[in-house]
C-alpha cells in the first residue's frame, strides 16, 4: 500500500496537527526526521504480537488498527482500536503488551526506540505532547468502559459510529458543523467482536439507525450523518461533548 502524501515532508502528513510531532519546532522536527521510517502494512496483517521486542515506536499515519489480548484459554478479545494519530509504544518499556492487527491497510510513521527515549529527555515538546496523548487515551478508554458496560445495542453502535466520525472530522480539520461523511472502516463482523454484539445486532442496529434517518449508508461502509447532535443523543452523549481525543 503506498500512502497518498510526500513522505518526505512532514507539513504535508494528514495527522502533524494530532501526532506526537505536533507542537515541534523546525530543528526538533529534523532531529526526529533523523530516526524516522514509514512502515505500510495490509489489512489482516499483524503489527506487533503481544510480548514482542519493540524497537521502535510510532504513530497511525492512515487506516485503523485493533489491538487483541489473548486469555490464557485461547479466548481472544479486541481492547481497543487504533485510529488515525494515535501512538503505537510505550518509550521505558520493552515489550508489546497486546497483539497489534492492521484492520485496514495503515501507514505508520515510525522512530526508532533507543533514539526516541534519548530525544524525549532532550526536547520537552515531544515529552508533552505524548503526556497529552497518554492522559488523552486513559479518557478514551474510560469512555469506552461506559459504552461497553451501561449502553444498549443502539446506543453502542450510535457510540462506535461518533467516535470514528468525530476523529475523522479532527483529523481532516473539517469541523462538526454540517453533515459528515466518512467511509467506515470495519466491517460488521468486527464491530460486534468489538462491541461485544452478535453480527445480527450489529445489522439490524445500524437498519434501524439507517432507517430512522439517523445515517445514511451507502452500500456497506460509506457513512454520512446529516446531523451530529442527533448521533450523539442516540449514543447517550451531550451532543456538545467535543471530539474523541
Excluded at 474510560?142 to 472530522?169: C, F, H, N, P, Y
Amino acid at each position: 500500500m503506498k500512502a497518498q502524501f510526500d513522505h518526505t515532508n512532514c507539513d504535508e502528513c494528514p495527522i502533524r496537527h494530532r501526532a506526537v510531532c505536533a507542537h515541534c519546532d523546525v530543528d526538533e522536527l529534523e532531529e526526529l526526521e533523523d530516526i524516522k521510517y514509514y512502515r505500510s502494512f495490509e489489512a489482516g496483517q499483524t503489527i506487533i504480537w503481544s510480548g514482542d521486542q519493540m524497537n521502535f515506536v510510532g504513530s497511525v499515519v492512515s487506516g485503523i488498527a485493533s489491538l487483541t489480548q489473548t486469555m490464557e484459554d485461547g479466548r481472544t478479545q479486541m481492547v481497543g482500536l487504533l485510529l488515525p494519530s494515535d501512538f503505537v509504544g510505550r518509550p521505558g518499556r520493552d515489550s508489546a503488551p497486546y497483539d497489534v492487527q492492521a484492520t485496514t491497510d495503515v501507514v505508520m510513521c515510525c522512530f526508532r526506540k533507543k533514539p526516541f527515549e534519548d530525544l524525549m529527555t532532550l526536547t520537552p515538546h515531544i515529552a508533552h505532547r505524548l503526556l497529552q496523548m497518554t492522559l488523552d487515551e486513559l479518557d478514551a478508554a474510560r469512555e469506552w468502559m461506559l459504552v461497553l458496560g451501561r449502553k444498549t445495542a443502539r446506543e453502542k453502535i450510535a457510540s462506535l459510529l461518533s467516535i470514528i466520525a468525530r476523529r475523522d472530522a479532527s483529523v481532516g480539520q473539517k469541523g462538526m458543523s454540517g453533515q459528515i461523511v466518512f467511509d467506515l472502516p470495519l466491517t460488521r463482523e468486527a464491530m460486534a467482536d468489538y462491541l461485544g454484539l452478535t453480527l445480527e445486532t450489529v445489522s439490524r442496529q445500524i437498519s434501524a439507525l439507517k432507517r430512522d434517518g439517523v445515517i445514511v449508508l451507502e452500500g456497506k461502509r460509506h457513512v454520512t450523518i446529516p446531523d451530529m447532535g442527533r448521533l450523539m443523543e442516540e449514543a447517550g452523549d451531550d451532543s456538545d461533548g467535543g471530539f474523541l481525543i
